[in-house]
């Protein structure tokens, strides 16, 4: 069965430029995460999926970060205008549904902002 | 307000002894836990976990602890071989009627084992 996948795996951009990563999870997971690793600590959601609707996006800076899961599917994170502080691992990740218990992840999307 | 915390950044043992990582938490609604190893340049992978309702759970030589009366829980690894340096993660959910399930990661430990 394959993983969840992620492109790109690498990225560097200037700050102010424009950034967009892309999941496509487990096939026939309804839970999608978006997931923000800062080197040194643990990863924090960002926002989460159920299907194509958004279950929880309490911590995703609206501002300039958005997400979508148009087909319940795959889905893209988008940062503008990138901050130097947005340097991080982006982790994808999926379940079969919210309460099941174990979330699979990808390998994750390092963003570098210069 | 830090819900998963673990305290240790690092720990280095010797081939063959017991590796114990701790971890503490605050929210009381937590009822599964979780622990992940993260090598370099990957994903976190799932490693074991435990619902909150059993005190322990055993997978080979991974066992997990988990005490509610003082919000902690620990991993148990052994025999500890040299491909279990890695990053390791806690993680805590609430699966409760309206929650949604997230995890809430700890600041992760990192295992060196010396061969």
């Known amino acids: 069965e394959a993983g969840v996948a992620q492109s790109p795996r690498y990225k560097i951009i200037e700050k102010r430029q424009s950034v967009a990563f892309w999941c496509n999870p487990i096939?026939?997971?309804?839970?999608l995460y978006w997931y923000q690793q800062i080197l040194g600590q643990g990863p924090k959601l960002l926002i989460q999926f159920q299907n194509n609707g958004v279950v929880d996006d309490s911590q995703l800076p609206k501002d300039r970060f958005s997400a979508e899961r148009l087909k319940g599917v795959d889905s893209t994170l988008k940062i503008q205008p990138a901050k130097l502080e947005d340097s991080a691992v982006y982790l994808c990740?999926?379940?079969?549904?919210?309460?099941?218990?174990?979330?699979?992840f990808g390998e994750g999307s390092r963003l570098t902002v210069l | 307000d830090q819900q998963v915390k673990q305290n240790s950044p690092s720990l280095s043992v010797q081939e063959g002894r017991i590796s114990i990582l701790n971890c503490d938490y605050t929210?009381?609604?937590?009822?599964?836990f979780l622990w992940y190893k993260k090598y370099p340049a990957e994903g976190p992978t799932f490693l074991i976990s435990?619902?909150?309702?059993?005190d322990k759970n055993e997978d080979g030589r991974f066992t997990v602890f988990l005490n509610k009366s003082a919000k902690h829980l620990s991993l148990h690894i052994v025999p500890s071989q040299p491909g279990d340096s890695a990053v390791y993660f806690c993680?805590?959910?609430?699966?409760?009627?309206?929650?949604?399930?997230?995890?809430?990661f700890g600041q992760g430990t990192t295992l060196q084992v010396k061969p």
């Open positions: 929210n009381s609604m937590f009822d599964y």
């Open positions: 435990i619902s909150s309702i059993k």
């Open positions: 990740a999926s379940s079969p549904g919210p309460n099941t218990g174990e979330v699979f």
């Open positions: 993680a805590a959910s609430s699966h409760g009627s309206g929650n949604t399930g997230k995890l809430i």
């Open positions: 096939s026939g997971h309804a839970t």
